[in-house]
């Protein structure tokens, strides 16, 4: 696993690069860089060319590029390009948007020569790649159990609120009922009330029929 050759560039300008062998990366380099459309959008991208393969990452405008032969995969290089990408910006900062070409080569080309030999020579640098990964997992993990939480939380409180719905209701329906009740007990009341009037007008009517000899009580009357 090796990487040969390594470039820092905004757009189709050439702020950094350097190459640990006599090849044409250069060149290819620049044609990739012109095949890259204009834009801030991040992406990664892998393009073949004989036995090696030029990758790619731009972010926030920057664009890091290497190229390895195609045994070093595809996660070393990425590997390798957000090393670059972090320690460009850390380095230059805001100075990136507006340098002249090959501006920073003095001083970055001897990181990327560094780190080109890291990457390439040191087995540690797959081992903390995977552990980037491992800890990458570990973090979505945690993240989707966290939202599964925040999501119980939502629908406890959905529950909550819809439980409160629920005894405002009963204790409303409670309320409703003993009104109907205490209705119909009054009616209740009033038509026994009526009841016992319209009797006692009917005893009384029938104890002055007996008593004036007739229905028409004509006898009390003379």
Not at 42 to 54: E, G, Q, T, V
Not at 137 to 165: C, F, H, P, Y
Request: charged letters at 25%.
């Amino acid at each position: 696993m090796e990487i040969l050759y390594g470039m820092v560039a905004r757009g189709q300008v050439v702020l950094a690069e350097f190459s640990s062998t006599q090849t044409n990366a250069n060149a290819i380099a620049r044609e990739i860089l012109a095949k890259i459309p204009d834009g801030n959008e991040d992406c990664n991208a892998s393009y073949s060319s004989d036995r090696y393969i030029f990758h790619v990452k731009r972010t926030d405008g920057l664009i890091v590029l290497c190229m390895a032969n195609d045994a070093s995969g595809r996660r070393i290089p990425f590997a390798f390009l957000e090393d670059i990408h972090q320690r460009f910006v850390k380095t230059y900062g805001r100075a990136i948007h507006s340098a002249a070409a090959y501006a920073m080569n003095d001083d970055f080309s001897r990181i990327l020569s560094q780190q080109m030999h890291h990457y390439s020579n040191d087995p540690e640098a797959d081992r903390l790649n995977r552990l980037k990964g491992e800890m990458s997992q570990v973090r979505s993990v945690m993240m989707d159990n966290i939202e599964k939480v925040l999501e119980k939380g939502d629908r406890l409180a959905l529950l909550v609120e819809k439980t409160s719905t629920l005894q405002g209701n009963t204790i409303r329906l409670r309320r409703q009922a003993r009104r109907f009740r205490n209705t119909l007990w009054c009616r209740n009341v009033k038509l026994t009330a009526v009841s016992v009037v319209v009797l006692i007008l009917v005893l009384i009517y029938i104890v002055l029929a007996f008593v004036c000899q007739g229905p028409l009580l004509l006898s009390c009357f003379k």
